[in-house]
């Protein structure tokens, strides 16, 4: 695990590429929460293991078919265009939060997923966060923040109080501040395709997810519906 003096504030320049470029130095990293609860402020840490790059319209000669940028700024994800190091939190399946760094100039829409982590301060709050039973077996504590949804919810960033919240500043905002923390790059880099987007967006034709070689708190693969089919048409006819 990354020692806590080997990692320092990200600023805008860290976030200032793209978000495939930006992707893999986020491995590593925290996401420090402070939401104030009952007159008190309770902090939970997560190192990101596992994360996505979405690009925007912006990005190069095309748009990115899975990114929620992809057909131009809208109310739903105007953080994406916005300053980069502000935090899209937008919600998945009507239920989820989930928490992207904006990446890149301001217009160009980009955002880097934060699909998993592992809770390394405030493990308690995180479980009570996720209605996990305390004390935690070795599988439930993997298992709080391992997935989007679940990483946000053990954060306790929530749609929409906290769409567009600052992590280079820290700044306050709805009773919460969140900050990113950078360390040293990480050895032990995978790459390949997204998990669970529909389409030629899920395949090797976007090999857009980066995680930590090895570590449990990286969530399992599964294909986006119609990824299988359009990988197997692509590798097809490239093999023919």
Known sequence: MTGPLALRRATRDDVMRSAVDVAPTLLGAELRTVLF????????????TEVEAYHGQGTGALADPGSHARMGRTARNATMWGEPGHLYVYLSHGIHSCVNVACGPEGQGDGVLLRAGEIVTGVEEAARRRRAVLPLGRTARRDLARGPGRLGQAAGLRHSLHDGIDAITGEEQNDARAELWLGPPVVDVAQGPRVGVAGIAGTDAFPWRFW???DPTVSAFRWGRGAADASNRANGAVSG
């Open 37 to 48: 609860e009952d007159g008190r402020p309770v902090e939970v840490r997560v190192r990101i």
């Open 212 to 214: 930590i070689l090895g």
